[in-house]
């Protein structure tokens, strides 16, 4: 903690302060809200890079400009950029105990199909409606920081904390919020849906404050997204995109919170030394495996990964050096909520 | 009455609601707008099914014919995940492959290495590749079937992770691999190319009604369509495999203790689900092509049409089919023109939207069977 | 935070060390190959997705213009994505530090540009391959002024018109530009009044149709009907029925690209029967990447859009052009608008370098040539000429799907379109919204190229105006 803390101060490899890290940190945030559904609420969500996108899209049609040294696509409000922050915030909060709303009934597969479903229409509307966005998306959006942010263009440093901050914030939230009253039965509703509904719980009401709260979590991971990269496009939630978010959840373990940011720092390591590592023979540019690429041997990886670990990097550092019984992987809770009274 | 209609019904009633107006609107409300560029909400390309019946009729053909083949993909994804409870993400690359494949053979046949006329090819030039291609996908389908999901059986994330993993691979090794045949030793590695559907499909056929001429290569499509359907239907419903398989479908464990080997049944699953797949291919690498990149757009299509149907069932496949087809293709020419870029191609946005409300009512699908 | 326990201490250690020693590992890497100072060069293309067989071809073609003017030595010459070393110019080694990855997407072009920008600090950038994928690096050259960025073959307007940033360059036409000339042909040689077009989507499919449309509007062509059907759609058959007939429009423009091109055609055959070459003209999608094979044998005869290549061209400087990459480069065609494309964007690099001593940033911007020469260039003197915005001036070619000997066909050289601007005569500019659904409106106009279309023959362009 300390080391990241003082790391980018020090200077040191400002490729690794400002974009591995920043990436790991915002992804780590969007797992974790996936996490936090599934280890907790039972649910296991492809919907999160759907909320991710909406907030970025939000975020950018309201806080940048038109004009000669704007950007080109978007509707162009320019509206004070924390107000836009924190709309974007709230729309899309919205939007997820919407969704959330919707899916309440849906359980274990059909669930994460359900969520599915919401990416591939945020992923053709912002393909679609060209007048928020587009199929290039909307671009430069960096360049329009709250005041009290500062430029984060010129001084990257400031979107590193920023980032690290929310990301120990989110971690600590979920823990907390997992021990309240609301957590306890999100957990009951998990194992024991007809049980906790025969005990007068709202089983639906439950499920979709979680999907609501997860929402904001991977809001503030699209925030951070569109900070860190200026953009944001339909390609954000293609079915690759979605898939990923899953990934590196499931390399992290899909178990415990800090996994999020373990699977996303070892996917996004991967993506990026991989392709470009030139010092291992045959793996270098252009390097073959069976005539393939690096994708191939990416591929290879992650199958290796989800073949020997089912319980991701977590568990297999649990099951090495013995300090915690193997997760034993389970269904998704087969029984659902009851059907509502015909 | 007011047992009857409840708030809980509400959504319900307003779905309904919404339904019977789409329909009046493509019976009777749509107009054809007065010039190009203009209009309201009644205005759409063709006027209404009342004014307009031929290209109704077409827009209907179209959509049917295209069920077709959306069926024939999906109902090889719906036969493994409704046995298996897996969700074979390779489903997609395993389409690719095949309509890779078959596309070698076609030129091996015809030695052009470019694309071909339909008069060029003959029926048998057309089944032999899928001959070569279906069996092909169907040991690549049962070797990542025993090799990586056979003793993972019940840990759906991680089959599902597995075969992401796969097709990450495969797709690769496409680009790499595929298409082989080229003229100048120039390798366009993965781009689009297509297989020809033989040359007696090359016309129209007069349907006598309405004056529609149709095109007899799409009638064949419905018509393998429909083959696939009455077969698996026969083989599930008909034959000892199929009922050892629907037993798997609704209790895995009790159909085990009675001494079933399941382990073997889950094989053949995979074997006709993959060869399933390829057959997709080949149909609609005739109709359309194949390119890198759509592995992604036909496991979206499957897992689609699959869901909305309810899964293992398939008759849910064939309702999830039909209604993904005439919900995208009647969308996208039955909204309204209410100017020059609005709205047709809001059609694909429609369908989703659609395919999530039929979730949140009926969360396992139209035929999937509730506890 | 009592469950703040050893056990996740422990692991967050671990990750920290790991992290730790995979960074050291990392900068010390990156340390020692700094030790030359050489230039750092990045060539950013895609290797996934529907233009995944453009690695080879761009990174062929920038390396080819390397190895002609800075002494590269290729690896391999059946795979040009192998490497090539000993790149000097001025003195000083140019390092190509990787090659990006992208699949069409932007997200994947973020974290490609930010890969090689950043991790693997690339001076200059050339690519990217295509019109999305250049208005995200568009931006990001806009936010870091120290990098130069030449843009391989992306097609899209906005990158030079709307966000123009100083930092970065395009020697070859926008998708509009590629098009001029075509609605000339259209409405003269083959009588065209009334057209319909169909375009992809997404910003290469507007931009190219801009050209299209503008180009027959100029000269008096009316657009009956605006198709736009997504891109990835997989059944084209309810887009096709919104086209009007074969017997209400004298004929079709097509801007459908990549996958969907043959598809679209398949399904317009299924519904208004065989394709009349006279009623279509294609962007370069009919004739190019590949489309020789796939689209191209259903409509010999049609004319098609060309982007910057002139195939068939007979110039003396062509032939060296064409014959010094197929001794480089055997696999590569050497007409194909990314190998040529980025073979000018990178001799561009390399006379930019020869200008500034080698010194990069600001220094090598200033000294990016204005004007560079072009196999397939005739008018400026045999340059292409930049604009004030960074932009090509571009002789273009016109073509036409005609049947080789040996049975194939493919695109040969018909019209010559002299010294191609940005901005059509105006209708064009950094105010006015980029190409979209509806834009541009349909206007008569007067472009600098009107009436001064050649009429091509055996590869020569004669005196003969096209009528």
Known sequence: ???????????????????????????????????????????????????????????????????????????????????????????????????????????????????????????????????????????????????????????????????????????????????????????????????????????????????????????????????????????????????????????????????????????????????SNTHIPGLGFGGTLFGGSFNTIIGVIFLVIVLVSPDGLLGLWGRLFGTRRPWQWRRPPAAEAPEPAQ | MSAYFTWRRLPFVLAIGVVVFAVAYVLFIATLPAQFGVGNWRTTTFGSAVHDPSNFLKIALDSITFAAALFIVASGFALIFGLMRAVNMAHGSFYLLAGYIAYEV??????????????????????????????????????????????????????????????????????????????????????AVDLTWPGWTDRFVDLHIGGVQYSLARLVMLGIGVAVGVGLWVWLYRTKTGMVIRAGVDDEQMTSALGINIQRTFAIAFVVGSALAALGAVVWASQSNISSGQDGVWLLNSLVVVIVGGMGSIFGAAAGAILFAFVSNFGASYLPTTGSDCCTQYSSILTFVLIALVLAFRPRGLFGRGN | MRRFTLRSWRTAAALLVASAAVAVWATGSVASSHAAKPVRVAIMTDCKGAFAFG???????????????????????????????????????????????????????????????????????????????????????????TKTFIIGTAGSQDPTMQIHPKNLFRYHGDGAQWNAGIGEIAFKKLKWKNAAIMMDDYSFGWTSAAGMIADFCAVGGNIVKRVFPPLNTTDYSAFVRQLPPPNQVDGYFSAVGGTGTAAMLKAFEQAYGKLDPNQWIGNLFFGFLGADKVVAPKLVGSYVGGAGTGPGLKLAKTQAYENYLKGLYPKLPPDDLFVYNYYQAGAALVMGLQKSGGAVGAKLQASMPRAIPGAFQISNGGLVKLDARNQAIQDQYQLQLVKNSDGSVGPQVVAYVPAVDQSFGGLFKPTSPPPGRTQPACKKVKTPWQGKVKVMQGGKITNQVIK
Not at chain 1, 85 to 103: K, P, Y
Not at chain 1, 217 to 242: E, F, M, R
């Open chain 3, 55 to 145: 690695y080879d071809f761009d990174i062929g073609g920038a390396q080819a213009a390397f190895a002609k003017l800075a002494g590269g030595k290729t690896k391999n010459k059946n795979k040009p994505s192998a490497g090539m070393t000993g790149i000097t110019v001025a003195g000083t080694p140019v390092q190509i530090v990787g090659y990006g990855c992208g699949n069409d997407t932007v997200p994947v072009a973020v974290t490609e540009t930010k890969r090689l920008m950043e991790q693997l600090k690339a001076d200059v950038m050339v690519g990217p391959l295509s019109g999305d994928e250049a208005v995200y690096v568009a931006n990001y050259a806009k936010t870091h002024p």
């Open chain 2, 106 to 191: 076609q030129q091996g046949m015809t030695g052009q290495g470019f694309s071909l006329q339909s008069s060029d090819v003959n029926t048998w030039e057309w089944l032999l590749p899928l001959v070569v291609a279906a069996p092909c996908i169907a040991v690549v389908g049962l070797v990542v079937q025993q090799a990586f999901l056979r003793w993972n059986q019940g840990q759906e994330l991680r089959q599902a992770l597995i075969t992401i993993a796969i097709s990450v691979i495969v797709a690769d090794q496409i680009i790499a691999h595929f298409p082989r045949n080229t003229s100048q030793g120039q390798r366009f590695g993965g781009n």
């Open chain 1, 1 to 275: 903690m300390i080391l990241l803390i003082v790391w980018p101060a020090a200077g040191l490899s400002p490729y690794w302060a400002h974009q591995i890290l920043i990436e790991t940190f915002l992804f780590g945030i969007a797992a974790a809200s996936l996490i936090f559904l599934s280890a907790y609420g039972g649910m296991v969500s492809l919907g999160q890079s759907a909320l991710f996108a909406i907030a970025g899209v939000t975020l950018g049609n309201l806080a940048t400009k038109g004009g000669p040294g704007g950007t080109s696509k978007g509707l162009h409000l320019g509206w004070d950029p924390t107000v836009a922050l924190i709309l974007a915030l709230v729309i899309t909060t919205a939007i997820a105990l919407l969704f959330g709303a919707v899916s309440s009934r849906s359980a274990g597969i059909y669930f994460l199909m359900i969520t599915l479903t919401y990416s591939v229409i945020v992923n053709l509307t912002l393909g679609q409606v060209t007048k928020i966005s587009g199929f290039s998306g909307i671009g430069g959006i960096n360049r329009y920081t709250p005041g009290w942010i500062g430029d984060i263009i010129d001084h990257p440093n400031r979107l590193y904390y920023i980032a690290l901050g929310t990301a120990v914030v989110v971690y600590v939230l979920i823990r907390y919020i997992v021990r309240t009253p609301f957590g306890l039965t999100l957990q009951g509703v998990r194992d024991e849906p007809i049980r906790m509904a025969s005990l007068g719980y709202n089983v639906a009401l439950h499920r979709t404050l979680a999907f609501g709260f997860a929402g904001f979590l991977a809001s503030l991971a699209g925030i951070l997204y569109v900070w860190w990269s200026g953009q944001i496009a339909p390609g954000n939630v293609d079915l690759g995109q979605t898939v990923n978010l899953l990934v590196m959840a499931v390399i992290g373990g899909l178990v415990r919170i800090e996994g999020a940011w373990l699977g996303a720092f070892a996917f996004i390591l991967m993506d990026n030394y991989i392709t």
